[in-house]
């Protein structure tokens, strides 16, 4: 099988009309999903996209924001649920740094009855990251680096598959300096971009610790990234939204440009 990446959800915190930015690496040994959104929704997004609970093995959480988070206390509970039904195998892996960990597992300890946090504990195996922190997880060799957020401490990756393909993932924070180097020469680079820059003024991303589409392709190209999937927007233009990101990223970014929708699969 090929080896792609699922879009989950395309959206920033407050969407309705699609879901929150996550997604899931399909390298044909297991997969990594990479945040969860923020709610219970994230089990309609895995339906949608054909993947049961128990095929996911792996699940790295950037931060603590509710829009990142909240769904994998779901994802949580739904293999807790499938272990008491004897239908889950293993361990489902959870990795992220100190803050992000000690939130979820302290949201499930006090929303889980005795008997769910018991099986939580035994069946959920915590991965505690810090800074630049290498592991191998669904076939991919990954090394994990600090986003340098000021906003909420954030982290991302550089992944190399099975077959050679990198993918960098810049979390939902513009590029920090610090991290040119590990972000550069990318087959996959992901990105956020909150709005198109003609827009930044009734969105106001820089406020948010956000950037733009302009911004995206910028980074795209000063990092010389080969493909660039942007995520993280708002939800008022998705009828247009595909067209006018690309066409906004591509002004700074000569490589192919994916704005995917939500449940889009890009073959990497």
Wanted: glycine fraction near 8%; charged fraction near 20%.
């Amino acid at each position: 099988m090929a080896e792609r990446i699922t879009i989950l959800g395309t959206g920033s915190a407050f969407v309705t009309r699609c879901y929150n930015t996550c997604f899931i690496i399909d390298c044909g040994v297991s997969r990594l999903m990479v945040d969860a959104g923020g709610g219970n929704g994230i089990l309609t997004q895995l339906e949608k996209a054909g993947v049961a609970i128990a095929d996911v093995g792996h699940l790295f959480l950037t931060h603590a924001h509710t829009d990142h988070v909240i769904g994998a206390v779901w994802v949580a509970r739904a293999v807790v649920n499938a272990v008491k039904k004897q239908a889950y195998d293993g361990a489902l892996h959870i990795y992220g740094h100190k803050r992000v960990i000690n939130v979820l597992t302290e949201i499930c300890r006090l929303t889980f009855s005795k008997k769910d946090f018991d099986i939580f504990q035994e069946r959920i195996a915590i991965d505690v990251l810090t800074d630049g922190c290498q592991r191998k997880i669904a076939g991919m060799d990954i090394t994990f680096f600090s986003l340098h957020s000021t906003k909420e401490e954030q982290y991302g990756f550089r992944a190399v598959t099975p077959e050679g393909k990198t993918v960098v993932c810049l979390g939902d924070e513009p590029l920090n300096d610090a991290n040119r180097d590990v972000a550069q020469n990318a087959d996959w680079l992901l990105t956020e971009a909150f709005c198109l820059h003609s827009e930044a003024e009734r969105y106001k991303p820089y406020e948010k610790h956000h950037s733009t589409a302009l911004d995206a392709g910028k980074t795209a190209a000063t990092l010389h990234a080969r493909n660039l999937i942007i995520y993280h927007t708002e939800d008022d233009s998705l009828p247009s939204r595909q067209k006018a990101y690309a066409a906004e990223a591509a002004l700074n970014f000569s490589g192919h440009i994916v704005v995917p929708n939500d449940l889009d699969s890009v073959t990497l």
